[in-house]
């Protein structure tokens, strides 16, 4: 059985050169949730899909797969 490894927040936003300042922007959220979030510190499910949301448009402009919220190595309260 082959189990796909998850991807750790940082890695999917250095893949497409894009800040914390940049993503936490399109995001609509604060810088500080991008940081936490990358240090493994849990955040929101809304925040979660807050993140998600741009991460996935320029994923589709540079003709990548989209992401879900179960291919992301992040804590989310409650889970």
Same mark, same amino acid.
């Given at each position: 059985?082959?189990? /796909? /490894?998850k991807i750790k927040? !940082? &890695?999917a936003r250095a893949e497409?050169?894009?800040?914390q300042a940049a993503l936490a !922007?399109? !995001?609509s959220l604060s810088k500080q949730v991008i940081v936490? !979030?990358?240090k493994g510190?849990?955040?929101q499910r809304i925040s979660a899909h807050a993140i998600l949301r741009p991460l996935n448009h320029a994923r589709h402009l540079q003709g990548m797969p989209p992401l879900s919220i179960t291919?992301? &190595?992040w804590r989310?309260?409650?889970e």
């Amino acid at each position: 059985m082959i189990v /796909a /490894a998850k991807i750790k927040l !940082a &890695d999917a936003r250095a893949e497409l050169r894009m800040s914390q300042a940049a993503l936490a !922007a399109l !995001a609509s959220l604060s810088k500080q949730v991008i940081v936490n !979030a990358e240090k493994g510190v849990a955040i929101q499910r809304i925040s979660a899909h807050a993140i998600l949301r741009p991460l996935n448009h320029a994923r589709h402009l540079q003709g990548m797969p989209p992401l879900s919220i179960t291919d992301i &190595d992040w804590r989310i309260v409650g889970e």
